[in-house]
């Protein structure tokens, strides 16, 4: 009775362009399945194998599989136990970086609950390329438990809509600008649903300058390549894509022009990114008028004498400041969603962290500023999926 009600209720949503799958509201089930149900994680190993055999042409999308394969989903499965579902959620995502859709449709479905999921109007060929991996998984009948529980639509601003959508939902989970945000908070929930946000946020690259020193060249270039990865991926974009550098004591000039060329050596060649990084650079330089600018291949740096973040993003752009030690750095007001750390002890760089004036969220090594966690912005998204019975 409970199913019938529910799929009632359903046919009557707004219409949109559904994405995936292409059945309209038809045959929605919004009623959620227990955690980690066996079909969720019988789907789940199917689709790691599937991501990681798309290796060679994505690796972002690989990562992904890499991280969902079984003995991490198994670690959450006695993490969360005993906690229940909470119904459907509804989740608005940015379009600056296209793996965030999945990333959490992925934390609600591991928990049982029905999703809809709002896919920016703007295409991407990351995103196409994973719809159609589940469009092929959702046309097996093994997983139309999964499929009927899943929904990416597209919209556009139509507020009617976000709002029904929003009166339906357990969850709502809204991912993008403090501007979308604040637009989206004035839209009403219903009275027992919660609401999860994760605004603009910025993040830096931490590096020990004499450490750096110390390392043999291989060691460094091992650095630069890792630190590549987290610096121009999705150009700049991400909330955890360092665009603030902090140097630990003053850097031997010749060894930092070095690092920073060969970090930035993948926007070298693209002139749409050039000029999106004369024009971020000037207006940031105009916002920042203390700071100092100085343009190296591939990246343009403002150099500050006291720490702040980059006002305008991406294309190649870093606020840049020297602290002469770690009691300099640690009395500063930071508000980081992620550090990376490139130094000696990654867990003694973590304790002074906790001791630091405002918060930094995460501390990583090199190369991992964009991978996935089952934490994002310090919140457990497991967790905040999901409900516990007293």
């Known amino acids: 009775m409970q199913r019938h009600v529910s799929m009632t209720l359903w046919s009557q949503a707004p219409a949109v362009a559904h994405s995936l799958p292409m059945l309209g509201w038809q045959n929605f089930a919004a009623t959620p399945l227990p955690p980690f149900s066996p079909v969720i994680r019988e789907f789940i190993d199917v689709l790691s194998l599937r991501l990681q055999q798309a290796a060679r042409l994505w690796p972002d999308l690989a990562a992904l599989g890499f991280w969902l394969r079984r003995r991490q989903i198994e670690a959450q499965v006695h993490r969360m136990e005993g906690r229940l579902s909470l119904g459907v959620v509804f989740h608005l995502v940015p379009s600056n970086v296209p793996t965030v859709a999945f990333y959490s449709w992925l934390m609600a479905l591991l928990m049982g609950n029905p999703s809809v999921v709002r896919l920016s109007s703007r295409d991407d060929e990351m995103q196409s390329a994973l719809l159609a991996i589940l469009a092929e998984l959702f046309a097996d009948p093994a997983w139309q438990d999964i499929a009927s529980r899943t929904r990416f639509i597209r919209y556009g601003h139509e507020a009617h809509i976000t709002a029904w959508l929003s009166e339906q939902c357990s969850l709502r989970i809204v991912w993008g600008g403090d501007d979308t945000i604040r637009a989206i908070r004035a839209i009403a929930l219903s009275p027992r649903a919660q609401e999860l946000v994760f605004p603009d946020r910025r993040s830096m690259l931490l590096i020990d300058s004499r450490w750096l020193g110390e390392q043999k060249s291989e060691h460094v270039d091992r650095i630069a390549t890792a630190l590549t990865q987290d610096c121009t991926q999705f150009n700049q974009l991400a909330c955890a894509s360092p665009t603030t550098l902090i140097w630990l004591g003053q850097p031997e000039p010749v060894i930092r022009q070095a690092l920073l060329e060969r970090i930035f050596a993948p926007l ?26 100085e343009s190296l291949p591939g990246v343009t740096l403002l150099t500050l004498t006291a720490p702040q973040p980059l006002p305008f993003v991406g294309g190649g752009v870093l606020t840049e400041w020297a602290a002469d030690n770690w009691e300099a750095l640690l009395e500063k007001n930071w508000d980081m969603q992620t550090c990376v750390y490139v130094g000696g002890d990654l867990q ?5 962290f906790g001791r630091c004036h405002g918060r930094v969220d995460r501390i990583v ?26």
């Open 365 to 390: 090594a090199p190369g991992q500023a964009l991978a996935f966690d089952w934490y994002w912005d310090g919140i457990d998204l497991l967790q905040s999926c999901s409900r516990q019975m007293c």
């Open 348 to 352: 003694q760089a973590r304790a002074r």
């Open 268 to 293: 070298v060649a693209d002139p749409a990114l050039a000029m999106e990084r004369l024009v971020q650079s000037q207006r940031s330089a105009a916002a920042l008028p203390d700071s100092r600018m």
